[in-house]
């Protein structure tokens, strides 16, 4: 089943406002990394988080790993247009060379 | 460096064809796999490589074939093509040196009809 899920699957964002992100494993992870996919291309690595409670920031993302290492949050502030995408979340649990990744949250950006 | 490629860009297939697609990286990495994905369902695994010599099953293996002969190359072969197997394909590759963040090839667009 499952392993990695993602809410939402969609969202729509007006420019200039905040959004959250959110994925849940039915397992502890070891890690969790994330992706983003702009429309028509790959998916490029965004971060990876591996302690317990972890928060990174870059510039206007910040991402968090939960405290039991089984959920984990993007949040963007000040949503631009270059946001526009879908973005995934991916953990390892059957090891640290194979990936399972959420659905994804697609997000259209409203100027 | 090139990173991942992947050719052909775009298929068209009759069900029942069979075609090879290609991957190939040049980051000396150790992992390889490959994905699928489909509208609605993210990016499921289908097969993967811990390293030249090894495969494995991902996700959703049956209909394609792997092998790893070289650190560099890692097809996928569609035996005999089927309209549920239309999907977007990407290669990936990672090292244990780069905490396994995962490279992307560009894709490969296939149509089966």
């Known amino acids: 089943g499952q392993q990695v899920m993602q809410i939402p699957q969609y969202q729509h964002v007006q420019e200039g406002e905040d959004f959250t992100t959110y994925c849940n494993s039915s397992?502890?992870?070891?890690?969790i990394q994330w992706y983003k996919q702009r429309p028509g291309g790959h998916p490029v690595f965004l971060i990876q988080?591996?302690?317990?409670?972890e928060v990174k920031k870059q510039k206007r993302l910040t991402f968090q790993f939960g405290e039991a290492k089984k959920n984990s949050s993007l949040h963007i502030t000040a949503t631009q247009t270059t946001d526009v995408g879908t973005y995934f979340c991916a953990g390892p649990p059957y090891g640290n060379n194979r990936l399972a990744f959420g659905k994804g949250n697609q997000v259209v950006v409203i100027p | 460096n090139a990173g991942v490629t992947q050719t052909p860009k775009f298929q068209v297939l009759k069900t029942g064809q069979s075609m090879t697609l290609q991957c190939a990286q040049d980051?000396?990495?150790?992992?390889m796999s490959w994905y699928r994905q489909d509208p609605g369902m993210g990016l499921r695994l289908i097969h993967y490589?811990?390293?030249?010599?090894?495969?494995d099953q991902g996700e959703v293996p049956n209909g394609y074939n792997v092998s790893r002969s070289t650190t560099e190359d890692f097809p996928l072969r569609l035996l005999s093509a089927a309209p549920s197997q239309t999907s977007v394909y990407f290669c990936?590759?990672?090292?244990?040196?780069?905490?396994?963040?995962?490279?992307f090839g560009p894709g490969t667009r296939l149509t089966v009809t």
């Open positions: 980051m000396n990495h150790e992992y």
């Open positions: 397992t502890t992870l070891s890690n």
């Open positions: 988080l591996v302690k317990s409670g």
């Open positions: 490589s811990v390293g030249a010599g090894i495969t």
């Open positions: 990936a590759s990672s090292s244990r040196d780069s905490t396994y963040e995962q490279y």
